[in-house]
């Protein structure tokens, strides 16, 4: 092309046709995977949904064979449903939503799952996605695709109707896709959900018409974590300014200082004032400059801030991973941590907690060294090369806790990162982005874990060489008995018995297991030293 | 929140706020990539304008430190100059460009880089990216920065002129970055980016102030890429109605059919008209409904198609590769191969081009088992663990190549993948999505190098054991000699040298290396075999 002709060539894309042509970046890559990301991104919306409507979800999955690697999959959920007036931007546009902008953990985060599943379908199928939505008191029916050119929604409404259900139901027809009981395949997908939330109920229907059902053990909803305004140590100085420009009910940049962000009192406004000394924090924010937001922005840092909120977070809990792994692998020891809230990249909150099984049930499990990865109680399939998580466990001196080859060893380890925002390395949310703070808590929380483990193992070894060395004395009693015998013209009997209990009192835990490491399954929270 | 309050946070967002929000998705993740990923974007969109307007590549990088973690990048290139229209744009609006919706092989395929580093900057610094753009003899120098709620450009003009250059010359400030001459930094990227692209000239200047310069040894640009048609197995039905809708030349479909894809000639579609006597391609394309559109696609199966065209592709060669690799590391054996053209997804054109080094410089190298991977002769530093061509690598049986431990061999591998869309994991384009043909070409390049390394490993064994042989056998010879003598009345130093001519003439070879091994420095393309 001669180069007068480039800049003919000139375009502006939408994100829906960015996703179109980079649909691996969703995660939509072989068929077997593709079929769970999309009961992955409606499944999470569900969640989501139940929950910040106090709804104990109840999940319905099905999974349709219309003919080869074509399916219908129908997910229904009695969360709160959509109204009509959002149902298709809910359904047929990306980047649109109530997810995006707010600082509150959620199993969703970026507002284009749902839409990629629409997109995909239309795709493969030309079929419309349906959605059956009953919002308080009404239940609309309708058609939606995707117009990539705008990222609009086309929404063609089929009906409505007074209702006295409530929850959204989404069913749509997929080729490219396939249904497979494999490691990457829905059932596993499903049964990782219900591990990690056991307050729902999700009832799958392959396509051989088996109907699973992962019950409900927890009868009450987690905590609702809460939404939060944003830490000062979270924020750049282009957000500084943008909700000074957009805020409107604060005259003064002191008292907007404190209503647009947490932890930020009186107190600490007096504070910054000491420290900036020649930055006006009486005027209107709306004329706040550059230069004033970069200097508020660095006093920030000279300040001491308290932690976000612990209860903007919510982890799986202790219980609750000690249940789900005492009921999957019945292992010999257990030891689940939880590390108290931290910031990355400043101040984006988050914790991690991890757990780690070994032996029992482990021992003649198929896959030795299993790594299961969460984010926001969602499990994390793919992309195991590329996540924080993985990286983090896989490099980790697994020898300073006696476990010599991790690959081969009957460990599994369980991490879930939860923050009000996880840094994903693509749209596709498989994997974690390996930021340092982020990899530094996994680690520590892994290593307070692996102690535990360790002094499982070392107690073991320690009985084993106990038990050993008895064994081996023990051969030479009855000749030593009786020698001494002949000696002392004691009887040979009574000499043994007396070798014997003077060994077995020597070495008395020798061939037991040390029963307070055997009870042993939690390590204290907190404070857990570095490397 | 209350359930009736949450559709009142429903928001759309702009792919900026997006991007903004999720810049690790852009491989804005720690302070020494960061710059890399910077540099990288500049200098691929460089490297496209130069080749695309047929200008042998000068490129200019220089970081100044401002600060702590504070630089300020210049990049100037001698392209063809981006016009007054479109400059703000091309900086400063993602998913805008010329290269998005090409079907043509080039480093970026996005609309994104240049963009995302102008947000980077501004949003680090609040300062506007300088664009001086020469193009067609005027000058325009401009400051630009982006409205993220619309993902629009601000641009601020700040002079205009006549000039006899011509060339873009970027120059902006960031924080959070630092330049380190480490495996991940600048330095590296550059030395790697010169390596597959030997017709470039690449000066650096780093904050030191030293000047480096990678000289550029070929003078001549590649062979420049054909943009292709799509060709017929790599449409959607989506697709093929999209084109039908938007058609304009050709009033039948037949007609159009055979202009909007490649290799789809006059026989082609008689042959479609014989698999589909149902569907009428004589009607007018934009009547084609999705029923039509997905025989056709289907019957597009059917039909024994012609591969992509070669030229197309373009791939690094194999005598630049081996010239490279022998600069660098003065291997023992080096061998390179080349694929022929395949698709992927059904349609879309890749090649792979593999080269191993053995030995030699390598044995003293810091690093074994070096994987070097390449996409479009641009050098993948990030982001291995989640890469197609990493994976690839790990996983192949080395055993049988006679190479024991690949992690602690002196051995280095290139990969270079050649596509006119590659299936990057991320907007980072840093890693290659598993896609199984993409893979199993991958897999087949090395496969077929290796076997050459094999060869040479092979005949260095057989050396090493005749010599063995050789020497045990020797001494034997005095004695036997002597023997020998005495027996035949013989001299014993005649008997010698008989028995020495003897066992030098059956162990010929031994000690050597074999010449044909050592002068081989490739395999035949093609036909590689299966595992």
Same mark, same amino acid.
């Given at each position: =092309?001669?180069?007068?002709?480039?800049?003919?060539?000139? #375009?502006?894309?939408?994100?829906?046709?960015?996703?179109?042509?980079?649909?691996?970046? *969703?995660?939509?890559?072989?068929?077997?995977?593709?079929?769970?990301?999309?009961?992955?991104?409606?499944? /999470?919306?569900?969640?989501? %949904?139940?929950?910040?409507?106090?709804? *104990?979800?109840?999940?319905?999955?099905?999974?349709?064979?219309?003919?080869? $690697?074509?399916?219908?999959? /129908?997910?229904?959920?009695?969360?709160?449903?959509?109204?009509?007036?959002?149902?298709?931007?809910?359904? &047929?546009?990306?980047?649109?939503?109530?997810?995006?902008?707010?600082?509150?953990?959620?199993?969703?985060?970026?507002?284009?799952?749902?839409?990629?599943?629409?997109?995909?379908?239309? @795709?493969?199928?030309?079929?419309?996605?349906?959605?059956?939505? +009953?919002?308080?008191?009404?239940?609309?029916?309708?058609?939606?695709?995707?117009?990539?050119?705008?990222?609009?929604?086309?929404?063609?409404? *089929?009906?409505?109707?007074?209702?006295?259900?409530?929850?959204?139901?989404?069913?749509?027809?997929?080729?490219?896709?396939?249904?497979?009981?494999?490691?990457?395949?829905?059932?596993?997908?499903?049964?990782?959900?219900?591990?990690?939330?056991?307050?729902?109920?999700?009832?799958?229907?392959?396509?051989?018409?088996?109907?699973?059902?992962?019950?409900?053990?927890?009868?009450?909803?987690?905590?609702?974590?809460?939404?939060?305004?944003?830490?000062?140590?979270?924020?750049?100085?282009?957000?500084?300014?943008?909700?000074?420009?957009?805020?409107?009910?604060?005259?003064?940049?002191?008292?907007?200082?404190?209503?647009?962000?947490?932890?930020?009192? !009186? %107190?600490?406004?007096?504070?910054?004032? /000491?420290?900036?000394?020649?930055? $006006? @924090?009486?005027?209107?924010?709306?004329?706040?400059?550059?230069?004033? %937001?970069?200097?508020?922005?660095?006093?920030?840092?000279?300040?001491?801030?308290?932690?976000?909120?612990? $209860?903007?977070?919510?982890?799986?809990?202790?219980?609750?991973?000690?249940?789900?792994?005492?009921?999957?692998?019945?292992?010999?020891?257990?030891?689940?941590?939880?590390?108290?809230?931290?910031?990355?990249?400043?101040?984006?909150?988050? =914790?991690?907690?991890?757990?780690?099984?070994?032996?029992?049930?482990?021992?003649? !499990?198929?896959?030795? &060294?299993?790594?299961?990865?969460?984010?926001?109680?969602?499990?994390?399939?793919?992309?195991?090369?590329?996540?924080?998580?993985?990286?983090?466990?896989?490099?980790?001196?697994?020898? #300073?806790?006696?476990?010599?080859?991790?690959?081969?060893?009957?460990?599994?380890? *369980?991490?879930?990162?939860?923050?009000?925002?996880?840094?994903?390395?693509?749209?596709?949310?498989?994997?974690? +982005?390996?930021?340092?703070?982020? =990899?530094?808590?996994?680690?520590?929380?892994?290593?307070?874990?692996?102690?535990?483990?360790?002094?499982?193992?070392?107690?073991?070894?320690?009985?084993? $060489?106990?038990? /050993?060395?008895?064994?081996?004395?023990?051969?030479?009693?009855?000749?030593?008995?009786?020698?001494?015998?002949?000696?002392?013209?004691?009887?040979?009997?009574?000499?043994?018995?007396?070798?014997?209990?003077?060994?077995?009192?020597?070495?008395?835990?020798? &061939?037991?297991?040390?029963?307070?490491?055997?009870?042993?399954?939690?390590?204290?929270?907190?404070?857990?030293?570095?490397?």
């Amino acid at each position: =092309m001669a180069e007068e002709d480039i800049f003919k060539q000139f #375009r502006e894309h939408s994100v829906a046709e960015f996703f179109k042509k980079n649909r691996q970046m *969703l995660g939509f890559s072989g068929k077997v995977r593709s079929l769970t990301m999309i009961v992955h991104e409606f499944v /999470t919306n569900s969640l989501d %949904a139940c929950e910040e409507a106090g709804v *104990l979800p109840e999940i319905f999955v099905q999974a349709e064979e219309l003919g080869s $690697d074509h399916y219908r999959l /129908t997910v229904k959920d009695n969360g709160p449903g959509i109204p009509k007036s959002h149902v298709g931007k809910a359904l &047929g546009q990306m980047l649109a939503g109530t997810k995006f902008h707010r600082y509150l953990q959620q199993r969703g985060q970026q507002g284009i799952g749902a839409s990629a599943c629409t997109m995909f379908s239309y @795709l493969t199928t030309g079929q419309p996605t349906k959605a059956m939505s +009953s919002y308080k008191g009404k239940k609309v029916t309708a058609n939606i695709t995707i117009d990539f050119k705008g990222n609009k929604p086309v929404v063609e409404v *089929l009906g409505e109707e007074p209702t006295e259900d409530r929850g959204l139901t989404v069913v749509a027809e997929f080729k490219d896709v396939r249904y497979e009981r494999s490691n990457y395949g829905v059932y596993e997908y499903l049964r990782r959900t219900a591990l990690a939330n056991p307050h729902c109920s999700i009832t799958l229907v392959e396509p051989n018409k088996e109907q699973v059902v992962f019950p409900r053990s927890v009868q009450a909803n987690p905590p609702r974590p809460f939404e939060i305004k944003p830490h000062p140590l979270g924020i750049s100085t282009h957000d500084l300014l943008e909700f000074a420009k957009h805020n409107k009910e604060n005259r003064k940049i002191s008292a907007f200082l404190q209503n647009a962000f947490s932890r930020l009192s !009186a %107190a600490k406004v007096d504070e910054l004032r /000491t420290i900036l000394p020649d930055v $006006d @924090l009486d005027k209107d924010p709306t004329e706040l400059d550059w230069n004033e %937001a970069e200097k508020i922005v660095k006093a920030f840092q000279q300040v001491k801030w308290i932690a976000p909120a612990m $209860d903007s977070l919510v982890p799986i809990g202790k219980e609750q991973i000690e249940a789900s792994f005492t009921s999957i692998f019945s292992p010999d020891v257990l030891v689940v941590t939880e590390r108290s809230p931290k910031v990355y990249r400043g101040g984006i909150p988050f =914790m991690v907690e991890a757990g780690i099984a070994y032996g029992g049930g482990l021992v003649g !499990a198929e896959k030795k &060294g299993e790594v299961m990865r969460f984010s926001n109680r969602v499990p994390l399939l793919f992309d195991s090369g590329g996540c924080a998580i993985t990286e983090t466990i896989k490099t980790l001196d697994w020898g #300073r806790y006696d476990i010599k080859n991790f690959e081969n060893e009957p460990i599994a380890v *369980l991490v879930n990162l939860v923050s009000v925002h996880v840094p994903y390395t693509s749209a596709g949310k498989q994997a974690v +982005s390996p930021e340092e703070d982020v =990899m530094e808590e996994i680690k520590l929380a892994v290593m307070e874990a692996s102690r535990g483990v360790q002094r499982y193992l070392s107690g073991k070894r320690k009985a084993h $060489d106990i038990a /050993t060395k008895k064994k081996v004395i023990g051969r030479y009693v009855p000749q030593l008995a009786g020698d001494l015998a002949t000696l002392s013209g004691d009887k040979k009997d009574r000499v043994e018995k007396l070798l014997t209990r003077i060994i077995e009192e020597k070495y008395q835990d020798g &061939g037991d297991e040390d029963p307070e490491t055997k009870q042993e399954t939690s390590e204290e929270s907190g404070g857990g030293e570095e490397e």
